[in-house]
C-alpha cells in the first residue's frame, strides 16, 4: 500500500487459521501510514479473551486499537483519513454480532458499503470464507452460512482488491484480467 491508495479497499478472505489476519496485517504494515486495526470480536469467555490478547500482542504498540462489535460504518466515517490505513478483523465477527443483537443485517451491510465509498484513506477488511464446506444441519448456521456468502460478495464487489488466502499463500482474484474463452 502507498500514499497513492487513498480510498482503496481491499478485501482478505479465507478459511480459519488460513493465514488471512497475518497477510493482512502484513498489506497495511507496507505502508507509511499510521495503522488503526478495527477489532470487532467480543471477549464472551475466557478462551476468546486469551484470543483477543494474544493477538493484541503479537501486533505490537504499530497499531491503534479500536473495539467495535456493530458500527462499523461510524468507525470508519470517524476514522479514516489520510495519513492512516484501517484494518477490519473480522467481518464474520461483526455478522455474528449483528445476528446475535438481531440487527437488519442488509440495511448494517448496506451502511458499510456505502462508508467504503466515503474512505480518505485504505482499508483492508479481514472475513471468512464459510460456504466451501459441507451443509450446516441447523436452521442458524445455514442462515449465518448465507449472510456471510452474501456479505463477502457485496464487500467484494465494493472493494478495489479481492485476495484469496489458503495454506498462507494469497491469490489475488481482483482486479483481474477475465478469461477469454475461444470457440
Not at 40 to 60: C, N, V, W
Not at 87 to 113: G, P
Not at 118 to 139: D, H, K, T, W, Y
Amino acid at each position: 500500500m502507498t500514499q497513492s491508495d487513498h480510498g482503496r479497499s481491499t478485501l482478505v478472505f479465507g478459511g480459519a487459521r488460513s493465514g488471512k489476519s497475518t497477510f493482512a496485517e502484513r498489506l497495511a504494515a507496507r505502508s507509511s501510514l499510521e495503522r488503526v486495526y478495527v477489532a470487532t470480536g467480543a471477549a464472551f469467555d475466557d478462551e476468546m479473551a486469551d484470543r483477543i490478547a494474544l493477538h493484541k500482542d503479537q501486533r505490537g504498540s504499530y497499531w491503534i486499537t479500536i473495539e467495535e462489535q456493530l458500527d462499523l460504518a461510524g468507525v470508519l466515517s470517524r476514522e479514516s483519513a489520510a495519513h492512516r490505513v484501517i484494518l477490519v478483523d473480522c467481518l464474520t465477527l461483526w455478522l455474528s454480532n449483528l445476528m446475535f443483537s438481531d440487527k437488519d443485517i442488509a440495511e448494517e451491510t448496506a451502511r458499510l458499503i456505502e462508508a467504503t465509498k466515503g474512505l480518505a484513506g485504505p482499508c483492508v477488511f479481514v472475513s471468512n470464507e464459510v460456504g466451501m464446506g459441507i451443509v450446516p444441519e441447523n436452521r442458524l448456521s445455514r442462515s449465518f452460512r448465507d449472510a456471510q456468502g452474501r456479505l463477502n460478495q457485496d464487500i467484494a464487489s465494493a472493494c478495489h482488491q479481492v485476495v484469496f488466502v489458503a495454506a498462507g499463500q494469497p491469490l489475488l482474484l481482483k482486479p483481474s484480467h477475465q478469461p477469454e474463452i475461444g470457440l
